[in-house]
T-cell receptor, first 116, second 112 residues
Framework: GAVVSQHPSRVICKSGTSVKIECRSLDFQATTMFWYRQFPKQSLMLMATSNEGSKATYEQGVEKDKFLINHASLTLSTLTVTSAHPEDSSFYIC????????????FGPGTRLTVT | AQSVAQPEDQVNVAEGNPLTVKCTYSVSGNPYLFWYVQYPNRGLQFLLKYITGDNLVKGSYGFEAEFNKSQTSFHLKKPSALVSDSALYFCAVRDQGDDMRFGAGTRLTVKP
């Protein structure tokens, strides 16, 4: 079956530093990848949508200079949280849409970011 | 734009009893509808989807859902709940060509 991996699964960083989260589709090609953010006991909030080779489309209220998204290939997207602050602490989940089965969308296991 | 509502924050059932987790949606076109389950500190696991065809969709772990166009609903059901079904359940909707949007989630607790 289709698998999406995320790395790291858990990261702790200090305020002011940057952290990169990788999202990979392991056995399929993803035309589109999505980044979600989830606060405790809340739903997933879409942050941005990225298409391979194009600039990401950010949802309203999401700072594109703070959350840098790169989708360099059909199997890899990265989210870089720049100049992290404690309020950026959250659970980040990526998702990928299958190139050949557009209605299928697969989710990674998530990355727990803690900014101290 | 599409949206989805899960009217219940919490659903409690006894083990062995049937369970229902409610979901209603709003889209401008024909919807793609999904149910996912999330365990603590984990990503989403796919349960089932409705794209087209038979209104009754069967999915993983004995779950099923019925697409009701007139009521714009897609309730998740299981005939006999297990304690291990206790988790957070998300309904999601996608208008064709659009992004997936999630409901607020429903926490299901199955008591022994």
């Amino acid at each position: 079956g289709a698998v999406v991996s995320q790395h790291p699964s858990r990261v702790i960083c200090k305020s002011g530093t940057s952290v990169k989260i990788e999202c990979r589709s392991l056995d399929f090609q993803a035309t589109t990848m999505f980044w979600y953010r989830q606060f405790p006991k809340q739903s997933l909030m879409l942050m941005a949508t990225s298409n391979e080779g194009s600039k990401a489309t950010y949802e309203q209220g999401v700072e594109k200079d703070k959350f840098l998204i790169n989708h360099a290939s059909l199997t890899l997207s990265t989210l870089t949280v720049t100049s992290a602050h404690p309020e950026d602490s959250s659970f980040y989940i990526c998702s990928a849409r299958d190139l050949w089965r557009d209605y299928e969308q697969y989710f990674g296991p998530g990355t727990r970011l803690t900014v101290t | 734009a599409q949206s989805v509502a899960q009217p219940e924050d919490q659903v409690n059932v006894a083990e062995g009893n049937p369970l229902t987790v409610k979901c209603t949606y709003s889209v401008s076109g024909n919807p793609y509808l999904f149910w996912y389950v999330q365990y603590p500190n984990r990503g989403l696991q796919f349960l089932l989807k409705y794209i087209t065809g038979d209104n009754l969709v069967k999915g993983s772990y004995g779950f099923e859902a019925e697409f009701n166009k007139s009521q714009t609903s897609f309730h998740l059901k299981k005939p006999s709940a297990l304690v291990s079904d206790s988790a957070l359940y998300f309904c999601a909707v996608r208008d064709q060509g659009d992004d997936m949007r999630f409901g607020a989630g429903t926490r299901l607790t199955v008591k022994p």
